[in-house]
């Protein structure tokens, strides 16, 4: 686990909680220390992530897994009628610690909890302006992603060539047999 400063998050995970509900080798899952309300659960990662973007896809996946089950676990078990699923990304969204971590609140009608916020509206030419915008950010981040898969094909074709050039060595069968214990 990789541990950043004094961040409250990772000193759980180092010292562990009485209220753990779930702990595997990437995520802990614990009834939070201040609830919005009965069954408020906190997932995180193990390993200090400052905001969702830093999170690895792979290990966001799994944390959104776990976070459905916990969702059906405290909904059955508290016999709640919803949950609401959160990631309060950044201190302007609400953020409290310097690391990741996903909400699971379970909710019943007339609980008090209100996450309702008034509706701004937009003129089309600002709807269009973000669109585009938005768009353009997610065009770039499809063409991050298309360098790595070339790097790594470039990387893996490299090897190949590397291997294929060993096997034309005529003593190249010989050093293999000299490796051989």
Request: glycine fraction near 6%; proline fraction near 3%.
């Amino acid at each position: 686990m990789a541990k950043k400063g004094n961040c409250a998050i990772c000193d759980i995970i180092e010292k562990g909680s009485e209220f753990t509900l779930f702990d595997n080798e990437n995520c802990m899952a614990v009834l939070a220390d201040k609830p919005t309300g009965d069954g408020h659960v906190q997932l995180f990662t193990k390993n200090h992530f400052t905001i969702l973007e830093q999170v690895p896809d792979k290990l966001v996946g799994e944390m959104f897994t776990i976070a459905n089950k916990l969702s059906t676990a405290t909904f059955e078990a508290l016999g709640m009628q919803g949950t609401n699923i959160i990631v309060t990304n950044g201190v302007a969204a609400g953020q409290k610690h310097a690391h990741c971590l996903v909400n699971i609140i379970p909710r019943s009608e007339n609980d008090g909890l209100s996450l309702d916020w008034t509706p701004k509206q937009l003129t089309e030419e600002e709807m269009s302006t973000v669109e585009l915008n938005v768009k353009e950010q997610i065009e770039k981040i499809g063409e991050e992603d298309e360098s790595e898969v070339e790097k790594t094909e470039e990387k893996k074709s490299e090897e190949k060539k590397g291997d294929e050039n060993k096997k034309k060595d005529p003593n190249y069968l010989l050093k293999s047999i000299e490796r051989i214990p």
